[in-house]
C-alpha cells in the first residue's frame, strides 16, 4: 500500500514566522502535490512536482514556495505566514501522468492554524 | 476551463438504503478520468472509484458504482445498502489525460442514519 505521510496532524505558527510542512511517499512516485483544502471551496491545487528540482504552480501559489531535492520528499514553505493562510493542507502523490486511472493518493493531513 | 460542480452540500440516507451524489462536469477534451474520493472525519482521502471517458461501461466497485452519462456530463456516485461508516465527505474529481493537475469539486457532506 502507498503511504504518505506527512510529518504534522495540528501545527499553530504565529503571523509573519516562516512554516515547513514537509511529505513524504514510499512508492517511488513521480507526482506530488500540494492542495489546501477549505469549506465549501473543495481542494485547491497551491503546487506540484513532476520529478526532482521541479515545480509547477497550481491555482493558488501566491505566498507559498515548494521544495523537492529528493524523490520521496516534497516540501511546502509559507514564506511569512498570514492568518488567511489558515487552513488544512494535503498532500498527495501519484504515478507519472502516461497512467490515467491512476489515482492520487493522500496524506492525513495537516491542520494549520495562523495567529 | 475544466469544472466540476457537486451541488449537494449535504445528503442524509437511512442506513441500508441506497444513494446517489451528483456530479456534474465541464471540459472541451475528449480523453479524460474522472474520480470519486470519500473523506472521513480523520481527514484522509480515499480513492473509492475511477471511470475513463472512453469506457463504455459503468464503473463499479464493490458498493459503489459510477452512472456516468456522457452526453450530460455527468458522473454520479451511488452507493449501495449505506453503512454507519459511509458517513463522510465525498469529493468528485477529474483529470485530462496527459494532464497532471486534478480538479476537485466543493464536496457533498453524507450522513447516514441509524
Known amino acids: 500500500d502507498v503511504k504518505v505521510t506527512q510529518s504534522s496532524r495540528y501545527l499553530v505558527k504565529r503571523t509573519g514566522e516562516k512554516v515547513f510542512l514537509e511529505c513524504v511517499q514510499d512508492m517511488d512516485h513521480e507526482n506530488m502535490f500540494w492542495y489546501r483544502q477549505d469549506p465549501g471551496l473543495g481542494l485547491r491545487l497551491i503546487y506540484f512536482?513532476?520529478?526532482?528540482?521541479?515545480?509547477e504552480k497550481g491555482d493558488i501559489p501566491e505566498g507559498y514556495s515548494v521544495s523537492r531535492e529528493k524523490k520521496e520528499r516534497f516540501s511546502l514553505i509559507l514564506e511569512s505566514a498570514s492568518t488567511n493562510q489558515t487552513s488544512m493542507y494535503l498532500c498527495?502523490?501519484?504515478?507519472?501522468?502516461?497512467?490515467?486511472?491512476?489515482?492520487?493518493?493522500f496524506g492525513d493531513g495537516t491542520r494549520l492554524s495562523i495567529l | 476551463a475544466q469544472k466540476i460542480t457537486q451541488t449537494q452540500p449535504g445528503m442524509f440516507v437511512q442506513e441500508k438504503e441506497a444513494v446517489t451524489l451528483d456530479c456534474t462536469y465541464d471540459t472541451s477534451d475528449q480523453s479524460y478520468g474522472l474520480f470519486w474520493y470519500k473523506q472521513p472525519s480523520s481527514g484522509e482521502m480515499i480513492f473509492l472509484i475511477y471511470q475513463g471517458s472512453y469506457d463504455e461501461q459503468n464503473a463499479t466497485e464493490g458498493r459503489y458504482s459510477l452512472n456516468f452519462q456522457k452526453a450530460r456530463k455527468s458522473a454520479n456516485l451511488v452507493i449501495s445498502a449505506s453503512q454507519l461508516g459511509d458517513s463522510a465527505m465525498y469529493f468528485c474529481a477529474m483529470r485530462v489525460d496527459g494532464g497532471f493537475k486534478t480538479i476537485f469539486g466543493a464536496g457533498t457532506r453524507l450522513f447516514v442514519k441509524a
Open positions: 498527495a502523490s501519484s504515478l507519472g501522468s502516461g497512467r490515467p486511472n491512476q489515482p492520487q493518493h
Open positions: 512536482s513532476y520529478d526532482v528540482k521541479m515545480k
